[in-house]
Structures are given as structure tokens and as C-alpha cells.
């Protein structure tokens, strides 16, 4: 019998990380492919899921307005609970670093199920940055069976934590295959006014926030020197597809919408997202994926945080760390429009996180887990091309 494989997600990070791999398995000889949606992110999710031509088998519909991350996690232990005993899978793969992640692994952990970890190892060395996520990556990391790290770096982590090596397989990270798809898609924006930022030959900001740990006065700073710049550069357009966290923004948009050149807009899908960002110059944001993708399309990246748990790009040279300070912020966004060398030596197109092969290795790692298959080649390339 063909053994399968549960892959369960909630998020629109999770499902574009996901979706190489899902793609890879159903078109094995080897394994048979069944998903589970927890839908943490409905809307978002639903669109990644249709860009990629992926149906859940099962949709557990868990969310609701208000939930606590316990709530959360309780609602995805036991509704999968029901799925696990019903559906029998050989293996359970989740992607990340959700609270949908965490508890699905508990889940199948405790039915016997192995869990394979996909993007393990991922580490910021702070257990309250970025929160809850670094804590539900190292709890994952615990009671995985497989472990598919995207760089070698990850590896390493791994390793130093005592994870047995040989089930550590490094696969590039499945965000590039993805990437590589969106991209050959070439997803027209919706929207008129995103249209026209693509298309302009203006100097070009693309701005995203949301993270848990920068709510509040960082989230604040983070609005006023949006408006400093946008002040300051008539020039420049920024485009904000705004969060739907109302946190987010009632702290940033009362800041920037008067301006004219500040876009505000809804949620992208992830497909027009993808030529937003080959479109644009800089991209100044506080999110994860990001910082993987950018670098492969030429982008500078500066982060809005205090730390990453993906420094390979740091030290590359494609990303730089510049927190939430307002001043730090207007600073680093000024020198890479004004200084053409600082720009050049960040927007080389060099991005030590995948080859664009990780879906086709990591479905290799599985196949031998389960006794079906065997691994191919890891993924080795790390390049260092500057300092932190």
C-alpha cells in the first residue's frame, strides 16, 4: 500500500511553503498525498491554495474572531485528533512555525504518528522573538521524526541541540520553488492603483508590518517614519498593503494617509505580491518569508526587527537588521535611494536559501522515511559574500 502523508497548515505562509511539496507528492510514484486545513487565515489561505491548484481534502474550520493562541491550540488538537484516528496517515508534515504547527505535531506525536518537520531549525536565540514562533519551532523540533532544514545553518542548529544528524536532511527552503512558480505566473494586480505602481518608473518602497512583538509604540515608530519619508521624498512612492490586525493599523495608517504618495491597500494575493516585489526598488518589512524571497528577485531587504532566525541573507549582504527605531528606519531606507554603491552591494541577486530544487528533496527524505524511496543530494550552498 502506498503510505500517505497528512500535510496539515492554517496560514498563507504556510500553504506557499507547502504547495512545491504537496505538487511533489501527488505526482510520486511513491506516495500518496491527503491535506488538512486549519484555515488560521481564511481568506489569504484560500488564495494561495487556488494560485497553486490545491484543494484540502479535509477543511477543519477552526477559526473564529477573538481566539487566544491557547484557544487556538486546543481547537487544532482535538479537531485533528477525530482526522488522525479516521485518516490513519504513515506521516504527518507541517511547515514552520504556527501555533496550527505546534499542535498538529503534539497531535500526531501522540497518536504515534511521525512528524516530519519541514523548515526546521530556524532559530533567533530568543524565546519571546519573534513569539510565540520561536517556541513552537524548538517544541516542533522535539517530536519530529524528520527534520527538513532549509540551509545549512538550520542544520547546524539542529545538531547543536542534540537532534540526531541523520535525520536532518537540508533541502533549500520550498518559499524558492514557490517563488520560481508565482513568478513565471506573471499575476497581473487587481487593483488599478497597485497596477500603476508596478508599471511606474518611480522610485519604489514596498512596506510590510505585522509581527506580534512590534505592536504597540514600535508599530507607532515604524508609522511615523513612513511619514517622514513619504514628507521628505514626493518622489517616492510607498505602497502598504495593509494588515487586517486593527492594531496594525490603527498604529500605522492614521500616520501615513494623508500623504499622497503613501499607497494603501488590501491584502495582496500572493501571486500579485510576487510582482509587486520584482517591481519594486527596496522593500522595508518585519515579516519572515520576505526575507527569503526578496533576495532572489535583487531586492535589498531591511528588517524591522531586533534579531532574525534567518541570518544567512545577513551575512550574504541581501538583508540588514535596522529594528524599529524611526530615525534608524529613515536612515537606512535614505542610503540605499541615495547612495548607488550601498544599493548595488545589496541587491545582488544572491540568496543563500534554496536552489529551487527543495520540494523534489524533501519528497526524496520522506520516501525513505517511510521505507518507499531514497534521499537525494543535500542542498550545500551558503554563500557569504559580506559581514554582518
Known amino acids: 500500500m502506498t503510505p500517505t502523508v497528512l500535510t496539515v497548515f492554517g496560514t498563507r505562509p504556510e500553504a506557499i511553503k507547502v504547495a512545491p511539496v504537496i505538487r511533489a ?56 485528533d477525530a482526522v488522525l484516528a479516521e485518516e490513519l496517515p504513515a506521516a504527518v508534515l507541517v511547515q514552520g512555525d504556527t501555533t496550527t504547527v505546534m499542535a498538529a505535531s503534539i497531535a500526531a506525536f501522540n497518536r504515534g504518528i511521525p512528524v516530519i518537520h519541514l523548515e526546521a531549525g530556524l532559530r533567533s536565540g530568543n524565546l519571546l522573538s519573534p513569539f510565540p514562533e520561536e517556541a513552537n519551532r524548538k517544541l516542533t523540533s522535539q517530536i519530529s521524526a524528520l527534520h527538513l532544514a532549509p540551509t545549512p545553518r538550520s542544520r547546524d542548529n539542529l545538531v547543536a541541540e542534540g537532534i540526531i544528524p541523520a535525520d536532518v536532511v537540508t533541502t533549500g527552503n520550498t518559499v524558492i520553488d514557490a517563488l520560481h512558480l508565482a513568478v513565471d505566473m506573471q499575476v497581473a494586480p487587481a487593483d488599478p492603483m497597485v497596477a500603476d505602481y508596478v508599471a511606474t518608473g518611480r522610485p519604489k518602497l514596498l512596506v510590510t508590518t ?25 518622489e517616492m512612492l ?21 500623504f499622497d504618495n503613501v499607497l494603501i491597500t488590501e491584502p495582496l494575493s500572493y501571486g ?43 551575512t550574504a549582504g541581501s538583508v540588514r537588521l535596522v529594528g524599529t527605531d524611526r530615525i534608524a528606519i529613515v536612515s537606512e531606507v535614505s542610503r540605499l535611494f541615495d547612495d548607488s554603491f550601498a544599493y548595488g552591494s545589496m541587491a545582488r541577486a544572491v540568496n543563500p536559501y534554496g536552489d529551487g530544487r527543495a520540494a523534489e528533496r524533501s519528497v526524496a527524505a520522506i520516501a525513505e522515511l517511510l521505507g518507499v524511496g531514497a534521499r537525494i543530494d543535500d542542498f550545500a550552498s551558503e554563500p557569504d559574500n559580506g559581514e554582518v
Do not use: C, W, Y
Open 25 to 80: 507528492i501527488e505526482v510520486s510514484d511513491t506516495l500518496h498525498s491527503r491535506t488538512a486545513v486549519t484555515a488560521q487565515h481564511r481568506e489569504m489561505l484560500d488564495q494561495v491554495n487556488e494560485l497553486f491548484g490545491i484543494t484540502p481534502d479535509i477543511d477543519l474550520n477552526l477559526m473564529a474572531q477573538g481566539q487566544t493562541l491557547n484557544g487556538v491550540a486546543s481547537k487544532v488538537i482535538g479537531g485533528l
Open 210 to 234: 505585522h509581527r506580534r512583538e512590534n505592536l504597540g509604540s514600535a508599530m507607532e515608530n515604524i508609522g511615523d517614519a513612513l511619514a517622514e519619508l513619504a514628507a521628505a521624498r514626493p
Open 238 to 258: 510607498i505602497l502598504l498593503p495593509a494588515h487586517r490586525n486593527p492594531l496594525v493599523r490603527e498604529a500605522v495608517l492614521p500616520r501615513v494617509e494623508k
Open 272 to 314: 500579485e505580491f510576487t510582482t509587486v516585489m520584482a517591481a519594486s526598488d527596496v522593500v522595508l518589512t518585519d515579516s519572515g518569508g520576505i526575507q527569503e524571497e526578496a533576495p532572489s528577485l535583487g531586492k535589498p531587504v531591511l528588517v524591522m526587527r531586533e534579531n532574525t532566525e534567518r541570518p544567512e541573507a545577513v
